[in-house]
């Protein structure tokens, strides 16, 4: 016989909670071992080469004695590596907000397509995201070829002269930026096309009941229920972007005249090519700062939101 928490048994009561307790205990520490491999591949993959890098900033070039914050002091001093900070920022919010506009028009389109259609040009309208950045990217840099440029080979046709694509700084940005926005576009339009499905269709008939435009319900209704997919997909390309390396290293390597480095070509020059693994990594940590404020205000305008939401 129970009697409110108590459970009999053999004459005596015991309470009915402490069992229960102790399955929670187990299925817990069941949970617990089970992210046991998944702890350890980041700890390795992640913890322990960011906390060395850290580490190997701190030494001088010889890797003999600590020197603390000399390499980001000498740096920050360095016009070059001023340049490499503009030119990173340049690069990865130019490229993120084209991606995020592209792939938001692009889903809207394949959203408003009838099914078999719509497998069909979302299938095609993956494939550079599909393609490996580095073979992908072979085929931009025979497009921008300064001698057999089949860009510059259609314009040519239209009376437009000739573009040193790679050859000039700010083509060359431009470029660079375009291959990115190419290559990762697509990734947001799925996003974005998953987030838009998810979106109740009785909140579109009750705004055109209401008398809406398509510009308000895109405002009212679309924009405010896909805001934390945006926001998410977002930070995540901008970490991504940031962090980039095959797509400048092939295109340019970082020319001309290191107007194109970004923060993982710059590292690379300066650590493995000119074997100052130090100040390599001291390049590739002034990434982390800036990303981590872009972190903290989309978290929190994440968490904020849902918090509202389910409220």
Same mark, same amino acid.
Request: cysteine-free; aromatic content about 14%; overall charge positive.
């Given at each position: %016989?129970?009697?409110?928490?108590?459970? %009999? $048994?053999?004459?005596?009561?015991?309470?009915q909670g402490g069992t229960l307790a102790r399955l929670?205990?187990?299925?817990?520490?069941?949970?617990? =071992?089970m992210t046991v491999p998944l702890l350890a591949v980041i700890g390795g =993959?992640?913890?322990?080469?960011?906390?060395?890098? =850290?580490y190997l900033s701190m030494l001088n070039k010889r890797m003999t004695r600590f020197i603390g914050l000399e390499n980001y002091t000498f740096l920050l001093s360095r016009e070059t590596f001023q340049s490499v900070i503009w030119q990173s920022v340049l690069f990865a919010v130019g490229a993120v907000i084209a991606k995020a506009l592209i792939g938001f028009i692009l889903a809207h389109v394949l959203h408003e397509l009838p099914s078999k259609g719509q497998r069909k040009w979302r299938g095609m309208l993956l494939?550079?995201?599909?393609?490996?950045?580095?073979?992908?990217?072979?085929?931009?840099w025979w497009l921008f070829d300064p001698s057999y440029?089949?860009?510059?080979?259609?314009?040519?046709t239209i009376g437009i002269p000739p573009v040193a694509w790679l050859g000039e700084p700010s083509w060359a940005r431009f470029s660079v930026i375009l291959v990115n926005v190419w290559y990762g576009a697509p990734f947001f339009m799925i996003m974005y096309l998953a987030a838009l499905k998810s979106v109740p269709d009785q909140l579109y008939e009750a705004a055109a009941i209401d008398g809406a435009t398509g510009w308000q319900k895109l405002r009212h209704v679309t924009v405010p229920m896909m805001r934390n997919i945006i926001s998410i997909t977002v930070l995540f390309s901008l970490i991504v972007t940031f962090a980039n390396f095959d797509i400048v290293r092939i295109l340019t390597n970082g020319g001309p005249q290191d107007k194109t480095h970004i923060f993982g070509t710059y590292a690379f020059q300066v650590g493995? $090519?000119?074997?100052?693994?130090? =100040?390599?990594?001291?390049?590739?940590?002034? %990434?982390?700062?800036?990303?981590?404020?872009?972190?903290v205000f989309v978290l929190r305008g994440v968490t904020r939101r849902s918090k509202e939401m389910a409220g």
């Open positions: %016989m129970a009697d409110g928490n108590l459970v %009999m $048994q053999g004459g005596s009561a015991r309470p929670a205990r187990k299925r817990s520490t069941l949970a617990f =071992l =993959l992640v913890a322990y080469p960011f906390f060395y890098a =850290l494939v550079p995201w599909v393609i490996p950045p580095a073979v992908s990217t072979l085929a931009w440029s089949a860009i510059n080979w259609a314009v040519a493995i $090519q000119s074997g100052d693994l130090p =100040l390599g990594a001291s390049v590739s940590l002034f %990434m982390f700062p800036i990303l981590a404020i872009f972190a």
